[in-house]
């Protein structure tokens, strides 16, 4: 491997490389080919440090070739054909995919909850054995020799690199795996899961699970601290949900796949959680509305057949402590709508008090979608009545022509105003940026909850800048636009199930 540019990252340096090895496989494809690489390669040195330990204490009655002592230490076996070293040593051999796939089912074999999760994608006849050698290689690397001990963290970071690069490369498709990483970190920093049950009933790649246990474990609390549990429809992002928290060594088990998706299979039906955090598809018309017209979970009423973001609220609320918080990402327009008992069903969440706050968020921050977004975060047990409203429409900065994302510093400062408020600490209203509205203010405005009706104009100085309020101007004329769009999208999805239904 060429020697490493300092300038650079890791990750950013095998991507391209990784990259270049693609060639005529389509990103979707590839990212299983991958990612399937990196994981082997992580259990395998995990396993090899287990291995090299246990040889070394031959003499005293150690085998290194004992399942049960892997399992005693939460390391996965690797039976030998599996190993990393035998894959290299294998690496330019033309029938280099059958043999990985044989690794990957022999490693399913040894170890339970690994069944039905590796990928066996690597004797395609699109992915030529030269350039499956040329991976292995690759990734054979990203240990640098002997760094075995930093070798996993290593692979976290690139798993979770590649997760964001391959989402991209896909563009709309790949945003229904990935969640951008700066929009996570939002709302983790802002519901700080530090102890309990996580929950994400739409969980993806298991992004949200990744991030929340990096915030306990950047803030001095035990990982151990906090049990996750989640569920996804679509099984080959389980699969990737499943690989991503296993290079963390974060318990999976109760993750769970099923296509029938959360509304019509909830595969954990008796939970209550501390904390939910998830990010569900915006706007889903097909989601067997009409099956559940009486379920229980409608509390606050039923959701309309062609929409199913009032479900979700309602579902992430069914799953709620009695003390839980919950901060979720939803289609800006849910703020505003009042078709089909939706405006209702907001009041009635609202005069229940469980609404916390409401984060109007930049446009391009989505990979998958241009309909505006917003954060919700709801929660029970609440001792005020008042709703905090933070309009951070213009914050973050673009990444490219297409893409933007939050700073450490936006994400910190939101997450700062919103425990200012929420602990009666320091907190001001900023004329164009954050408002405690009272239930009387939000009454006035008919149960609407965009927050750039609440939060005003932003005070300017003497010098007024003309170009950046056009700009700004345009940009919300922009979204309007785009909920409008929305909108109108769906009232023609919903008149087309009428005729066919007639």
Request: one cysteine or more; a negative charge.
């Amino acid at each position: 491997m060429a020697k490493i540019k300092q300038e650079e990252s890791i990750e950013k340096q095998l991507w391209k490389a990784a990259d270049k090895l693609r060639k005529n496989i389509d990103a979707a494809e590839y990212k299983h080919i991958v990612m399937g690489l990196v994981f082997l390669k992580y259990i395998s040195d995990s396993f090899e440090e287990l291995y090299n330990s246990l040889k070394a204490e031959e003499e005293m009655g150690a085998d290194p070739e004992d399942r049960d002592e892997y399992k005693a230490e939460n390391v996965f076996f690797v039976p030998p054909v599996a190993r990393w070293s035998f894959l290299l040593s294998n690496a330019k051999l033309p029938n280099i995919g059958k043999i990985v796939d044989e690794a990957m089912d022999a490693i399913e074999k040894e170890n339970n909850s690994l069944k039905g999760v590796l990928p066996k994608v690597f004797a395609r006849d699109n992915l030529d054995s030269k350039s499956l050698g040329g991976l292995i290689d690759l990734i054979g690397n990203i240990a640098f020799g002997d760094a075995k001990a930093r070798s996993a963290d290593v692979l976290g970071h690139v798993f979770e690199y590649f997760l964001g690069e391959f989402a991209l490369a896909e563009g709309k498709q790949g945003g229904q795996f990935y969640t951008p990483k700066s929009v996570v970190e939002l709302l983790v920093k802002m519901l700080e899961p530090y102890k309990g049950r996580v929950f994400d009933p739409c969980c993806g790649s298991g992004g949200m699970f990744v991030q929340s246990e990096k915030f306990v474990t950047e803030h001095q609390g035990k990982i151990n601290d906090i049990s996750i549990y989640g569920q996804e429809s679509n099984q080959t992002t389980w699969r990737l949900a499943k690989m991503n928290l296993a290079i963390r060594g974060i318990d999976s088990s109760q993750v769970k796949w099923n296509n029938e998706g959360s509304f019509l299979n909830d595969a954990h039906k008796d939970l209550k959680a501390d904390f939910i955090i998830a990010n569900p598809p915006f706007n889903v018309s097909d989601w067997s509305g009409d099956l559940l017209r009486n379920d229980g979970r409608w509390k606050y009423g039923t959701p309309p057949e062609g929409n199913a973001n009032y479900g979700w609220i309602q579902h992430f609320l069914y799953h709620l402590a009695p003390t839980g918080t919950a901060g979720f990402v939803l289609a800006k327009g849910s703020l505003t709508s009042n078709t089909s008992n939706e405006g209702e069903i907001r009041k009635a969440l609202i005069e229940a008090n469980l609404i916390d706050a409401i984060v109007n968020l930049p446009a391009k921050l989505f990979l998958n979608t241009q309909i505006p977004a917003s954060i919700w975060f709801m929660k029970r047990g609440r001792t005020t009545k008042d709703i905090l409203f933070i309009d951070s429409r213009n914050m973050g900065e673009l990444i490219n022509r297409r893409t933007k994302e939050f700073s450490a510093d936006d994400t910190d400062y939101i997450a700062k105003v919103y425990h200012n408020w929420k602990n009666n600490k320091e907190y001001e209203d900023v004329k164009g940026f954050c408002k405690s509205a009272s239930l009387d203010e939000v009454q006035e405005l008919n149960f609407v909850l965009t927050p750039g009706r609440y939060v005003g104009l932003e005070v300017v100085d003497d010098e007024f800048d003309f170009k950046e309020r056009f700009e700004s101007l345009q940009t919300e004329l922009n979204e309007q636009m785009e909920e409008e769009q929305a909108l109108n999208q769906r009232i023609s999805e919903n008149l087309t199930k009428v005729v066919i239904d007639e």
